[in-house]
Structure formats: C-alpha cells, structure tokens
C-alpha cells in the first residue's frame, strides 16, 4: 500500500499566516497540469506498491477551474489505475481526497466532485468567527461555510473534514469554544486541528514583530487544546493522532500513511516523496518546475535516510498517534540496541504516568498528549 499526494499551489489570494508553497499566479494553471501529467510518466516507477490513497493538496485545489478539474482527475486516474492493474472503484477501501475553499464550491463544483473518483473532501474552515475570517483573509464567511457543508452532505458525500485553527490574537476561550461547538454541529465525519503557528516570511510574522499584534501565551493555548481534546470526547470523535479527531472508521487513511512509515509519492512544485529509503522534495519555483518538466527532468532535492534517522523519523511520528509506537517493528527492523534506548528513555515518562505500554505499543497516555514534544525530544535516539 501506498499514497499519492498532488500539490497544487494556486491561490486566489493568499492568508496572512500560510507558510506552505502557494503562488496567486493561477495563469499558469494549464501549464502546471501539463507540468504534472508528465511527472508521473517520469517517474511511474517511482513506488513498488499498488496506490491505495490519493490525496490532492495546496494551495488551493479548489481554485482550478471545473475543466481543470476534470483533466486532473483523468491524468490521475489513469495513472493510478495502470498501476494497480485494476480500475480505483474495485477497491473498497480506495480513498481519494481534495481539499477545498467554502467559497469556490458552488452547485456545479459539488456536481463535477460527486460524479468523480473523489470519496472524501476536506474543507479549510479555520474559524466561524467572521472578524477572524477577514483578519486571516480567508475569502469566505461562517455562513457560507455551513452553507457548503450541507451542499456537500445533501449530494452524497460521506466522509467530510473539517480544518480549524485556535489560539488566534485576542481569542478567548469561550469563543473558541463556540467553534468547536459549530463545527461539532455540523457532524463532520473528521476534524483536523491547529494552533495558529507564526511563521517567519509571512505576513502574519510581520505584524507580530512590529507588535501590531500580539501572539497568544503557551498557557492559553494547552487550555484551548485541552477543551478540544474534552468537547471531542464528549460527542464521540476518536482522537487518533494529536491535532485529528474522528468517527470510528473515518480516520484519514492518506495522513496516516504519514504517521506509519509508509511509502507515497508527492507530485507538482514542492511536494515531497519518501519511498523508505530517502525522502525527496520537490523544487519550490512554479517557473522552475514547469520549465525543468518541460525538459524532461525533475528537478528536487534527495535526502538519503539512514539507520538512526529512519528510527527517529518513527519516533517522532507514532508517538503522535493513539496507536503509538510499536514495540515489536523497533525490535524486528532496528534490534535490541534501539529498543533498550528507547526503554530507558521512556521509563520515567511510564512511572509519572505520561507514557503506558498497551498491546506492545509504546503510547502517550490522555495527560502525556499535552506534553508530547519534550517527551519525543527524550525518545529519540541521539
């Protein structure tokens, strides 16, 4: 089993805190699909497992038009389907998400997405509070929003996320608790959950060191997570990894991959690959990108992954889940010398209660969630 990951970097325009690959020049959109039906013949043989999810980020996906749209699915399709020598609707447990802006899907949007491959969609909310939205410029309101949700619900879709922020400047606990409460409202079948990050280059960066605003302290922010983690309990969602919550069996089986070191192949400008051996990414130039494929090369940086960083990589990405880490893989695929460091390190973590061991996997207990970078930064190997 592995993944696929298609990026696509247009915006219509751009919100204050992104720091991912985007670019609001959408002229090139033609071109870039161009740009990237000729990187998987490239590099068709890049993955030796059969694609058993595909996942279509940004950027915007959802700004490409519903032509665009079409061709992307075909190019993907076609792809996918020649490689698993068998057509995606035969597969069960297939699934295929785009991740969406509230405002561009309109009646004919939802149509083109309900008669194609995709099963799963993931709607970038952030917030329901309207100040908010215009603060972080996102091009959509809370009503809207709802409005699109149900549109989604109403033509079919049974796997719906929802994407929300917290810890924006001046948010109080309360109001981020009425978020939750209308996001549980609308019964997605999966929340994804993040705390506003400030990050260098943006223009939310800028505002923060200029002091025009002022970033939220580390206290308010484990009190927000902690009432998250709470209301999600309450109303029966599974928290599985530390910032996604799901029904049961609505886990997103794409990100998970991530998590459970399994091969997937990132197409387009910026994405990234890993195929267990090294991991590669993509050059970061829309330009650059379409110019190299047009030649017929692509253009990126490989990082070759050895022993100890294959292990830490592991680390650093269970301990994030529910699952956590399986003790047995340590032991089989690294042997005695990790898993006795491992061990050690997490010894006092178990004794104050922070780290359990459950069906011979090394997890983080409910009180551990709250602490879960120092107690990473102990367990891996140095």
């Known amino acids: ?77 076609k792809f996918v389907e020649e490689k698993n020598k068998c057509r995606i609707t035969e597969n069960k447990e297939f699934e295929f998400t785009i991740e969406c802006n509230p405002n561009d899907l309109d009646d004919e949007k939802i149509d083109l997405l309900r008669e194609s491959l995709v099963n799963r969609v ?26 699109v949700f149900r549109k989604l619900r109403k033509a079919g879709f049974g796997n719906i996320s929802i994407d929300l922020m917290f810890g924006f400047p001046n948010q109080t606990i309360d109001e981020w608790g009425k978020d939750i409460d209308e996001a549980i409202g609308l019964q997605p079948e999966h929340l994804s959950v993040y705390s506003l990050m400030i990050e260098e280059g943006t223009p939310l960066y800028n505002l923060v060191a200029a002091g025009k605003v002022k970033e939220i302290d580390e206290e308010e922010s484990l009190a927000m997570y902690k009432l998250l983690c709470k209301k999600m309990e309450e109303n029966g969602y599974e928290h599985y990894e530390i910032s996604n919550f799901a029904k049961h069996g609505c886990h997103s089986r794409h990100n998970s991959s991530y998590w459970r070191d399994i091969p997937y192949m990132g197409i387009g400008a910026a994405a990234h690959s890993y195929d267990g051996l090294s991991r590669q990414w993509n050059i970061s130039d829309l330009n650059k990108y379409i110019d190299e494929i047009g030649k017929g090369k692509v253009s990126f940086e490989r990082e070759i992954i050895d022993e100890t960083t294959h292990f830490n990589d592991i680390i650093t990405t269970a301990t994030r889940t529910a699952e956590g880490i399986s003790l047995e893989k340590i032991k089989r695929e690294f042997g005695e010398k990790y898993l006795n460091n491992l061990m050690n390190e997490a010894k006092k973590h178990i004794a104050n209660g ?10 983080l207990t409910k009180e551990g969630v709250f602490i879960s970078d120092s107690i990473m930064s102990d367990l891996i190997y140095i």
């Open 122 to 147: 993931s709607i970038g909310v952030q917030t329901f509070d309207d100040s908010r939205l215009k603060f972080i410029k996102r091009r959509h309101n809370s009503a809207q929003a709802k409005e």
């Open 354 to 363: 922070m780290l359990e061991i459950a069906d011979n996997n090394l997890r």
């Open 1 to 77: 089993m592995a993944g696929l990951y298609v990026h696509i970097p247009f915006c219509v325009s751009r919100c204050i805190y992104c720091g991912f690959y985007s670019t609001v020049g959408i002229d090139k959109r033609d071109e870039y699909l161009d740009a990237l039906q000729k990187e998987i013949e490239i590099r068709n043989e890049y993955l030796n497992e059969d694609i058993n999810t595909i996942y279509i980020g940004g950027g915007t996906p959802s700004a490409l038009s519903n032509k665009q749209l079409e061709r992307l699915f075909r190019i993907i399709g």
